[in-house]
C-alpha cells in the first residue's frame, strides 16, 4: 500500500513538474480546455445525444406497438418518402407558414411602435414598460389558459361586453375562418413585448449625431424615422425576426389549450403534426421524421437569416 501510495505521489508531482515547465500561454488554454470539458459534456447528454438518436429513429418504422420495429433499418427512407406525399403534412406546413408570417410580421412591426413611443422621455411611459413586460414573464400555458377564457363565449367578458354593445362575436377557436387568426392574435399578444424590448434596447444604444443631422437637414420625423432609425435598427429587427421565426415553429401550448389542432386541421401546425403521430397513434418513426425536416428547415431558415444580419447596416 506505501510502496502505491508512493508511486502515485511521485506521478503526480512529476505531472505538476512538467505542467510547471510549459509556457504561460499554454497552461492557461490547457486550463480554459479543462474547465470547459464539463459543459461540453452535460451540451453533448443534453442536445446532441437526443439529436442523433432521433436522427436514427427517423430512419426506422418505429411503432410502440411493435417494440422490434425500433432496429429495423431495412428501409431507412420509408419515412420520408411517406412525407412527400402526406398531403396533411404538406397542409400542416402551409398552416405553419401562415402562422409564422402572421405573428412574426405583427410583432416586429407592433414591438418597433411600440419602442419608438416607450423610447420618448416620460415618466408615465416609463412606468409603462414594466406592464407591457408581463405577458411575456407569463408560463406560456397560463397564457393559453387565459385565452381560452377569453375565447369561450359563455364566461368570457369579452363576448359579453360585445354582446351588451349590439355586436355578439362568434366563439372564434370554433369557427374554421377565426381558429387561425384567434391563435395569432394570442401568440402577437404574449410575445410582441419580447420584439419591443429588443428594439428599445437598440434606441437607446443609438447615437444622437445622425438624427440630429438629419433634423439639421430638415428632415421630418417621419424621414428620420424610414431613413435613419429603421437602417439603424435593421440587424436588431432580424435578430428579432430569427428568434421569433424559430419560436413559432415550435407553437404547441396555445394551439394545444385552444383547438387541438382543429377545427379539423385548420391550427394543425408542422409540430403538432408530429406530436399526434407520436402520443396518439405511436408512431414514433414517422414522427421523428416530421421533426428531423422541421430541424433542417429551421437550421437554413436561421442560416440565411444570418447571412442578411451580417451584412450589417450604414448610415450615411
Avoid at 424610414?226 to 419560436?247: C, E, M
Amino acid at each position: 500500500m506505501r510502496v502505491a501510495a508512493s508511486a502515485a505521489k511521485r506521478v503526480v508531482a512529476d505531472a505538476r513538474r512538467d505542467a510547471a515547465a510549459l509556457p504561460a500561454a499554454v497552461r492557461r488554454q490547457l486550463a480554459w480546455k479543462l474547465c470547459l470539458l464539463p459543459s461540453l459534456a452535460v451540451l453533448g447528454a443534453v442536445t446532441v445525444a437526443p439529436a442523433v438518436y432521433l436522427l436514427v429513429t427517423s430512419l426506422t418504422p418505429l411503432d410502440l406497438t411493435r417494440p422490434d420495429t425500433a432496429r429495423d433499418f431495412t428501409r431507412p427512407l420509408v419515412n420520408y418518402r411517406l412525407l412527400l406525399d402526406d398531403d396533411r403534412f404538406w397542409n400542416s406546413v402551409w398552416v405553419q407558414i401562415k402562422l409564422s408570417a402572421a405573428t412574426v410580421g405583427l410583432q416586429l412591426a407592433g414591438g418597433f411602435a411600440l419602442a419608438l413611443l416607450l423610447n420618448v422621455r416620460s415618466g408615465f411611459l416609463e412606468a409603462c414598460r414594466t406592464v407591457f413586460l408581463i405577458p411575456m414573464v407569463l408560463p406560456p400555458i397560463v397564457v393559453a389558459i387565459l385565452w381560452k377564457v377569453l375565447y369561450t363565449p359563455d364566461i368570457s367578458p369579452v363576448h359579453w361586453a360585445f354582446a351588451a354593445a349590439g355586436f355578439p362575436i362568434p366563439a372564434l377557436i370554433t369557427d374554421p375562418n377565426l381558429a387561425l387568426p384567434a391563435i395569432v392574435i394570442a401568440d402577437v399578444w404574449e410575445w410582441l413585448p419580447f420584439t419591443m424590448l429588443m428594439v428599445l434596447a437598440a434606441l437607446q444604444m443609438m447615437p444622437d449625431e445622425p438624427v440630429e443631422a438629419a433634423r439639421i437637414d430638415g428632415a421630418s420625423a417621419w424621414q428620420v424615422t424610414r431613413h435613419v432609425v429603421v437602417p439603424y435598427l435593421r440587424p436588431t429587427l432580424l435578430v428579432a425576426g430569427l428568434f421569433r421565426l424559430i419560436d413559432s415553429i415550435k407553437a404547441f401550448p396555445l394551439i394545444f389549450v385552444l383547438t387541438d389542432g382543429g377545427p379539423g386541421t385548420v391550427t394543425e401546425v408542422t409540430n403538432y403534426y408530429a406530436f399526434r403521430q407520436a402520443f396518439n397513434f405511436s408512431y414514433l418513426g414517422f414522427s421523428s421524421a416530421i421533426t428531423v425536416v422541421m430541424v433542417a428547415a429551421v437550421f437554413a431558415l436561421s442560416w440565411w437569416l444570418i447571412r442578411v444580419i451580417g451584412a450589417g447596416a450604414d448610415i450615411e
